[in-house]
T-cell receptor
Framework: EAGVTQSPTHLIKTRGQQATLRCSPISGHTSVYWYQQALGLGLQFLLWYDEGEERNRGNFPPRFSGRQFPNYSSELNVNALELEDSALYLC????????????FGQGTRLTVV | QQQVKQSPQSLIVQKGGISIINCAYENTAFDYFPWYQQFPGKGPALLIAIRPDVSEKKEGRFTISFNKSAKQFSLHIMDSQPGDSATYFCAALTQGGSEKLVFGKGTKLTVNP
Protein backbone atom coordinates (compact mmCIF):
# COMPACT_ATOMS: atom_id res chain seq x y z
CA GLU A 1 0.00 0.00 0.00
CA ALA A 2 1.38 3.38 -0.99
CA GLY A 3 1.96 5.89 1.77
CA VAL A 4 1.30 9.59 1.74
CA THR A 5 3.04 11.12 -1.26
CA GLN A 6 4.02 14.75 -1.62
CA SER A 7 5.30 16.69 -4.58
CA PRO A 8 7.57 18.28 -5.38
CA THR A 9 10.30 17.14 -3.01
CA HIS A 10 12.07 20.46 -3.25
CA LEU A 11 10.85 23.84 -4.41
CA ILE A 12 12.79 27.06 -4.77
CA LYS A 13 10.85 30.29 -5.20
CA THR A 14 11.58 33.97 -5.17
CA ARG A 15 10.10 36.27 -2.57
CA GLY A 16 6.69 37.48 -3.69
CA GLN A 17 5.97 34.46 -5.87
CA GLN A 18 3.36 31.78 -5.27
CA ALA A 19 4.07 28.17 -4.34
CA THR A 20 1.81 25.17 -4.85
CA LEU A 21 2.43 21.97 -2.93
CA ARG A 22 0.57 18.74 -3.51
CA CYS A 23 -0.35 15.76 -1.37
CA SER A 24 -1.91 12.39 -2.12
CA PRO A 25 -3.27 10.63 0.96
CA ILE A 26 -3.23 6.94 1.71
CA SER A 27 -6.00 5.15 -0.14
CA GLY A 28 -9.17 5.24 1.94
CA HIS A 29 -8.12 8.20 4.06
CA THR A 30 -10.43 11.19 3.78
CA SER A 31 -8.66 13.62 6.09
CA VAL A 32 -5.57 15.56 5.07
CA TYR A 33 -3.53 17.74 7.37
CA TRP A 34 -0.81 20.23 6.51
CA TYR A 35 1.99 21.18 8.86
CA GLN A 36 4.89 23.60 8.58
CA GLN A 37 8.19 22.48 10.06
CA ALA A 38 10.48 25.45 10.29
CA LEU A 39 13.93 25.11 11.78
CA GLY A 40 13.77 25.20 15.56
CA LEU A 41 10.00 25.65 15.70
CA GLY A 42 8.71 22.09 15.59
CA LEU A 43 5.60 21.25 13.62
CA GLN A 44 3.03 23.99 13.32
CA PHE A 45 -0.50 23.05 12.27
CA LEU A 46 -1.61 24.78 9.07
CA LEU A 47 -4.80 23.27 7.71
CA TRP A 48 -7.11 20.30 8.00
CA TYR A 49 -9.33 19.11 5.18
CA ASP A 50 -11.90 16.39 5.27
CA GLU A 51 -14.43 15.35 2.66
CA GLY A 52 -13.45 18.30 0.52
CA GLU A 53 -14.00 20.94 3.16
CA GLU A 54 -11.67 22.96 5.36
CA ARG A 55 -12.33 21.85 8.93
CA ASN A 56 -9.76 23.87 10.80
CA ARG A 57 -6.81 26.13 10.22
CA GLY A 58 -3.88 27.14 12.34
CA ASN A 59 -2.59 30.56 13.21
CA PHE A 60 -1.28 31.45 9.77
CA PRO A 61 -2.11 34.41 7.53
CA PRO A 62 -4.70 34.07 4.75
CA ARG A 63 -2.01 33.84 2.09
CA PHE A 64 -1.72 30.23 3.21
CA SER A 65 -4.64 28.42 1.65
CA GLY A 66 -5.50 25.13 0.12
CA ARG A 67 -8.15 22.79 -1.06
CA GLN A 68 -9.06 19.13 -1.17
CA PHE A 69 -10.19 17.47 -4.36
CA PRO A 70 -12.91 14.82 -4.82
CA ASN A 71 -10.26 12.10 -4.81
CA TYR A 72 -9.12 13.44 -1.38
CA SER A 73 -5.78 14.68 -2.65
CA SER A 74 -4.91 18.14 -1.47
CA GLU A 75 -3.08 21.24 -2.53
CA LEU A 76 -1.44 23.88 -0.35
CA ASN A 77 -0.95 27.32 -1.85
CA VAL A 78 1.26 29.97 -0.39
CA ASN A 79 0.92 33.41 -1.95
CA ALA A 80 3.23 36.40 -1.72
CA LEU A 81 6.08 34.26 -0.44
CA GLU A 82 8.26 35.66 2.30
CA LEU A 83 11.73 34.52 3.30
CA GLU A 84 10.41 33.13 6.57
CA ASP A 85 8.11 30.77 4.67
CA SER A 86 11.18 28.64 3.96
CA ALA A 87 10.45 25.37 5.72
CA LEU A 88 9.57 21.72 5.31
CA TYR A 89 5.86 21.37 4.60
CA LEU A 90 4.43 18.09 5.74
CA CYS A 91 1.18 16.49 4.77
CA UNK A 92 -0.51 13.77 6.82
CA UNK A 93 -3.62 11.73 6.24
CA UNK A 94 -5.96 9.63 8.30
CA UNK A 95 -9.39 8.07 8.36
CA UNK A 96 -11.97 10.62 9.44
CA UNK A 97 -13.08 8.80 12.57
CA UNK A 98 -9.65 7.60 13.67
CA UNK A 99 -7.53 10.63 13.00
CA UNK A 100 -5.22 9.62 15.78
CA UNK A 101 -3.49 7.31 13.33
CA UNK A 102 -2.09 10.06 11.16
CA UNK A 103 0.57 9.11 8.65
CA PHE A 104 2.98 11.69 7.29
CA GLY A 105 4.53 12.10 3.89
CA GLN A 106 8.18 12.96 3.43
CA GLY A 107 7.47 16.62 2.93
CA THR A 108 8.22 19.37 0.47
CA ARG A 109 11.24 21.52 1.23
CA LEU A 110 10.32 25.06 0.23
CA THR A 111 13.13 27.56 -0.04
CA VAL A 112 12.33 31.22 -0.62
CA VAL A 113 15.20 33.36 -1.88
CA GLN B 1 1.14 29.95 22.92
CA GLN B 2 2.89 26.63 23.09
CA GLN B 3 0.52 24.04 24.45
CA VAL B 4 3.02 21.19 24.64
CA LYS B 5 6.44 21.81 26.12
CA GLN B 6 9.15 19.27 25.38
CA SER B 7 12.55 18.80 26.94
CA PRO B 8 15.42 18.41 26.51
CA GLN B 9 16.07 19.99 23.14
CA SER B 10 18.92 17.56 22.52
CA LEU B 11 20.09 14.40 24.21
CA ILE B 12 23.22 12.32 23.88
CA VAL B 13 23.18 8.78 25.23
CA GLN B 14 25.61 5.91 25.09
CA LYS B 15 24.60 2.67 23.41
CA GLY B 16 22.70 0.53 25.86
CA GLY B 17 21.65 3.45 27.99
CA ILE B 18 18.18 4.82 28.73
CA SER B 19 16.91 7.84 26.82
CA ILE B 20 14.24 9.91 28.56
CA ILE B 21 12.29 12.70 26.91
CA ASN B 22 9.71 14.71 28.81
CA CYS B 23 6.63 16.63 27.77
CA ALA B 24 4.16 18.78 29.64
CA TYR B 25 0.82 20.02 28.44
CA GLU B 26 -1.63 22.68 29.53
CA ASN B 27 -4.94 21.81 27.92
CA THR B 28 -6.79 19.30 30.11
CA ALA B 29 -9.07 18.50 27.16
CA PHE B 30 -6.24 16.62 25.45
CA ASP B 31 -7.06 12.92 25.43
CA TYR B 32 -4.52 11.34 23.11
CA PHE B 33 -0.76 11.63 23.39
CA PRO B 34 1.39 10.19 20.58
CA TRP B 35 5.11 10.21 20.06
CA TYR B 36 6.60 10.57 16.62
CA GLN B 37 10.06 9.64 15.41
CA GLN B 38 11.63 11.56 12.55
CA PHE B 39 14.78 10.65 10.68
CA PRO B 40 16.55 13.24 8.52
CA GLY B 41 14.81 13.72 5.20
CA LYS B 42 11.77 11.74 6.29
CA GLY B 43 8.36 12.65 7.60
CA PRO B 44 7.49 11.91 11.23
CA ALA B 45 6.37 8.34 11.93
CA LEU B 46 4.03 7.35 14.74
CA LEU B 47 6.05 5.48 17.34
CA ILE B 48 3.76 4.88 20.29
CA ALA B 49 0.74 6.58 21.82
CA ILE B 50 -1.17 6.66 25.10
CA ARG B 51 -4.55 7.77 26.37
CA PRO B 52 -4.99 9.35 29.83
CA ASP B 53 -6.85 6.39 31.29
CA VAL B 54 -3.58 4.45 31.63
CA SER B 55 -0.38 5.44 33.36
CA GLU B 56 2.05 3.47 31.25
CA LYS B 57 2.27 1.82 27.86
CA LYS B 58 5.13 -0.30 26.65
CA GLU B 59 5.98 -1.43 23.16
CA GLY B 60 9.27 -3.21 22.87
CA ARG B 61 12.03 -0.92 24.08
CA PHE B 62 9.74 2.12 24.06
CA THR B 63 7.63 3.08 27.08
CA ILE B 64 5.34 6.04 27.66
CA SER B 65 4.75 7.11 31.26
CA PHE B 66 1.75 9.35 31.84
CA ASN B 67 0.99 11.49 34.90
CA LYS B 68 -2.46 13.00 34.48
CA SER B 69 -2.43 15.07 37.67
CA ALA B 70 0.89 16.66 36.76
CA LYS B 71 -0.10 16.97 33.10
CA GLN B 72 3.15 15.37 32.06
CA PHE B 73 4.17 12.41 29.96
CA SER B 74 7.49 10.99 28.98
CA LEU B 75 9.11 8.62 26.54
CA HIS B 76 11.67 6.12 27.77
CA ILE B 77 13.86 4.28 25.30
CA MET B 78 15.52 1.32 26.95
CA ASP B 79 18.77 -0.19 25.67
CA SER B 80 19.19 2.75 23.29
CA GLN B 81 20.79 1.91 19.95
CA PRO B 82 22.59 4.06 17.37
CA GLY B 83 19.67 3.36 15.03
CA ASP B 84 17.42 5.21 17.49
CA SER B 85 19.26 8.44 16.68
CA ALA B 86 16.50 10.69 15.38
CA THR B 87 14.33 13.60 16.40
CA TYR B 88 11.43 12.72 18.65
CA PHE B 89 8.26 14.75 18.92
CA CYS B 90 5.58 14.44 21.54
CA ALA B 91 2.10 15.56 20.59
CA ALA B 92 -1.36 15.95 22.01
CA LEU B 93 -4.83 15.89 20.59
CA THR B 94 -8.43 16.34 21.60
CA GLN B 95 -10.52 13.82 19.73
CA GLY B 96 -13.84 15.09 18.57
CA GLY B 97 -12.63 18.65 18.90
CA SER B 98 -10.55 20.52 16.42
CA GLU B 99 -8.66 17.28 15.88
CA LYS B 100 -5.34 18.86 15.22
CA LEU B 101 -2.19 17.38 16.64
CA VAL B 102 -0.26 19.90 18.72
CA PHE B 103 3.43 19.08 18.72
CA GLY B 104 6.29 19.75 21.06
CA LYS B 105 9.39 21.34 19.56
CA GLY B 106 11.26 18.06 19.34
CA THR B 107 14.25 16.38 20.91
CA LYS B 108 17.26 15.42 18.84
CA LEU B 109 18.54 12.14 20.21
CA THR B 110 22.05 10.94 19.45
CA VAL B 111 23.04 7.47 20.57
CA ASN B 112 26.79 6.98 20.50
CA PRO B 113 28.16 3.52 19.70
Amino acid sequence: EAGVTQSPTHLIKTRGQQATLRCSPISGHTSVYWYQQALGLGLQFLLWYDEGEERNRGNFPPRFSGRQFPNYSSELNVNALELEDSALYLCASSYRDTNTEAFFGQGTRLTVV
Amino acid sequence: QQQVKQSPQSLIVQKGGISIINCAYENTAFDYFPWYQQFPGKGPALLIAIRPDVSEKKEGRFTISFNKSAKQFSLHIMDSQPGDSATYFCAALTQGGSEKLVFGKGTKLTVNP
